[in-house]
Each structure stands twice: as C-alpha cells, then as structure tokens.
C-alpha cells in the first residue's frame, strides 16, 4: 500500500472472542481494525472515523443488527456491512441484503469466506480511491478556458472556439440557461488579440427597458431626470476589447436599431447628445431564445440577426452530454473542497448514476449548485446519493437501476442459505424449513426455483 491510510474496519459483537479472532483477521487482510463490544459506541465513532468495511452481530442486548446495520448505512453509505449470526433466519438474510448488506454469513463462521469478503472490500476501496485520483488528473487535461468536456460536442467546440478566436469580429453563443455560454464568450477574449483589452458583461435581461439606450451608449448631463453628469456608456468602457451582451434577445426593438449601427460602422450616439463617437469593440452575444423563431413572429430584425451570427457557437444542453456529467461533478468538488476546507475524494458510483440519470433543466449551473450544497453536507470520503437534492426528475435508485456492486446478489445468498440447511440436516426438509423459518411448501418452491429439485416435487 501507498501512503494512504488504510481501510477502516468496524467489528461490532458482544462476545470478546469473536472480536479477538475476527480483528486479527482483519488486520491480516490490511485494515486498521476497531473492536466494539456496545453498537452505541461503534455509531458514536463514526463521525471521527467512518469506516470502510463493519463486521456487526445480529443479536446484541442492546441493539439488534439490523437497527445497527441501517443506521451505519444512514452514517457512512459507503461502507460495506456484513452481519454474522448464529441464529438467523432465510428472511433475516434477505431483508438484510435489501438493506444494504454485503453479505450474511452464518456462526461458526467461515474464515476463508470472511478472508475473501474482506479481501475484496480492501480492493474495492484501493481501487476507489485510484480512480479518483486518476480522474483529479484527468479532468486538468480535459479543461479548456474553465469549461470541462470530454464528449464529441464539446470538443467541436472547444475546436471552433480556438478557431475563431484570434479573427472574430461579432459571434452569436447559443444554448439554453446556464449551459455556459459566458465561459464561451471569456474564452473568445482569452484567446483572442484583444486579450488585454477589457471584457465588459452585460446581461441585458436585467436592464430597464426605458435605461437601454443609456447603459450601452451612456448620456450626457441632463439628457434626462435624474441625469445629473455624463456618464459614458458599456461600449465606451469596452473600446478597444470586447464586449459581451447576454440574453440579446431581450433588446427592445427601438434599440436595435440604434445597436444595429454600432455593428455596422462603429459610432455611437449619447442619449441627449447630437455628435456622434466611434468606438472600436468586438462583440459577442448570446441566447437561450431562438432567434430564427423571434425574428419570424416580429420580434428581432432580421438584419440585426443575420449581422450578428457571423460566427455561430452553440453551447449543447448538459443532457445532451451526460458523459460529461461524472467528471464535471468532480470538478465541483475540487472546487469547494478548496472553498470549505474539506478533503473529498469525489463521488460514490450511486451518486454518480443519480446525478448521470437526471435531466438538468438548469444545466451547468444547476449540477454546480447541486454539488456546492452536497459538498458542504456530505461527512464522509465520498459525495453520496444522501447529500444530493435535486429540483425534479429524480426517483431513489431502485433494485433494478441500482449500481452493481462487488457483492454476493440476493438469489445467490438465498441458494447458499437452503443449500447449508439442507447440509446440517442431513437432507430432512421439514427440519431445514424450520431452521429457515419458512414452510415445508415455500422450501420446495425455492428448490424448484434454484433447480435444486426436480420440478413438481412438492412432496417429500
């Protein structure tokens, strides 16, 4: 092993024996083995030290197993619980599994099958935390100008925009909200000759409609109330670089015109003013709106959309590009790791499907507000499927969209269950039943079920 502290493993049971022999095997399988004779205290310690794997008795004084099973699961989701038993029954064992368990194993136990389950938990853990570092490195090689992408979509994009960097004189962002479209328009700038020359955003959707023509082209002193001195305007501000108008199609058509002139030969008039100033800008501009469609219904010159998307870029929807998903989420919680002080290794392979299966009606900038709240909730190594909450869209994952996991299925549990009471029994299956804890009638069913019997024995 590396530097890396080693697996955590909780060894839950009210007999000092069992923890004696167990935690040597434990440690033998390389983890760092704590040993509680009180489930309270296993609980309590979890938020010092959440474990990785926890080995808990069913039956304890206090506090039965399955309550302590559920409750770690609740406290540390990412840890693998096996429960051990001398008593237990087939149902116990299922619905152990359908909470969460790794495996169920049954007193005196097996060592080499505790070997192996230990084995390859501490593997899974390793492997974890390797990709996690693996995909840290990954994403400084797949970030370009702030924006994270790996899918064919944005690597087109990414190429256009290198392209059309060091040339464009005006360029039209498309895509829905919070896709990204200013990080488009900043890496336009970044790249671009004017690199050192200001970047002026505007969102126009926030400006008044009545303030328009003030704000881009500025005033002179009395040109209207309140209008107590001159004030130049965002393109002014911007001469020489490069200007950014978001949401354009919220512009009023009575100064498109006006802004249709700036594009065309670069001057500039002052609300109350009569002379004229040139300005020298590259603009950039952006829309969640579809143009062709506001242009059509009355709502956009023509001349001023086919002026402006010289150069078109669209930013697809994070929908569209659910690859991108896993190492964007990553890329967050870097980010608010540095923000709150906190050492997360990314996400659990559950959380990572929720987050890949939603739908993102706000895009980037949903995902990102999605993962600053899990970043400050989660107490653990990893984000889990607990510390997300989303808007809408998003059903608990159930048995059937469940991750996979490097654990024994139910069905394959539930035949070693019937196979090992049919041993102890010597075949008698009444008395296997019984120890089971299900009928003779529901015995023969699973038989059949596992072709463990013939077919239509139900009789014996």
């Known amino acids: 092993m590396s530097n890396e502290r080693a697996p955590r493993l909780f060894i839950v049971d009210d007999d000092p024996g069992v923890l004696e022999v167990v935690s040597r095997f434990g440690r033998s399988a390389g983890y760092q083995v704590f040993t509680f004779l009180n489930p309270t205290q296993a609980l309590n310690e979890i938020a010092v ?3 990785d794997a926890a080995l808990v008795d069913l039956r304890m004084p206090s506090i039965g197993g399955i309550p302590v099973l559920r409750e770690i699961k609740r406290r540390a989701p990412t840890c693998e619980v096996i429960l051990m038993t001398g008593y237990g029954t087939i149902e116990t064992a299922m619905e152990a599994v359908k909470l969460g368990a ?89 790249l ?32 209207f109330t309140g209008a107590t001195d001159s004030r130049p305007g965002l393109f002014e501000r911007a001469n020489g670089g490069v200007i950014f108008l978001d949401e354009i199609g919220e512009l009023p058509l009575a100064a498109q015109s006006k802004f249709l002139r700036v594009l065309e030969d670069g001057i500039i008039t002052k609300v109350g003013a009569s002379e004229t100033h040139k300005v020298d800008v590259r603009l950039v501009a952006a829309t969640n709106r579809v143009l062709e469609r506001e242009v059509q219904e009355g709502r956009f010159r023509a001349d001023l959309y086919y002026r402006l998307h010289v150069v078109g870029l669209h930013v697809p929807a994070l929908r569209e590009r659910r690859d991108d998903i896993p190492l964007l989420a990553r890329g967050f919680v870097d980010e608010y790791n540095r ?56 059903a608990p994952l159930d048995d059937a969209t469940a991750v996979t996991r490097s654990v024994r299925p139910i069905q394959e549990i539930e035949r070693a269950e019937i196979v090992r009471a049919l041993d102890e029994t010597a075949g008698n299956k009444k008395e296997a039943a019984r120890r089971l804890g299900i009928s003779r009638r529901a015995l023969y069913r699973r038989l059949e079920k596992f072709g463990l019997a013939p077919a239509g024995a139900l009789v014996s």
Not at 165 to 189: D, M, N, Q, S, Y
Not at 352 to 365: F, H, I, K, S
Request: proline residues 4%.
């Open 102 to 190: 790794a495996d169920y194993l049954r007193k005196p136990l097996d060592f080499q099958r505790v070997t192996e389950l230990l084995s390859g938990i501490r593997d899974e853990v390793l492997r974890n935390r390797k990709v996690a570092a693996i995909e840290g490195d990954l994403i400084k090689h797949l970030q370009f100008q702030g924006m994270i992408g790996r899918t064919s979509q944005m690597l087109e994009l990414f190429r256009l925009i290198r392209r059309i960097a060091p040339h464009f004189t005006t360029a039209l962002i498309t895509g829905e909200t919070g896709t990204g479209k200013e990080l488009v328009a900043r890496a336009l700038h970044a």
């Open 339 to 394: 923000q709150f002080g906190k050492t997360l290794r990314g996400l659990t392979p559950e959380a990572e499907q929720m987050l890949t299966a939603y739908d993102w009606p706000g895009n980037v900038r949903e995902l990102r507000n999605v993962l600053e709240r899990a970043c400050m909730l989660a107490d653990s190594e990893f984000v889990d499927r607990k510390d997300l909450v989303l808007t809408s869209g998003l």
């Open 192 to 223: 671009g000759a004017r690199r050192e020359r200001p970047f002026i955003p505007v969102n126009c959707s926030a400006i008044v409609e009545t303030l328009f023509e003030s704000e881009l082209f500025g005033h002179t002193k009395g040109a």
């Open 49 to 51: 030290r959440p474990p």
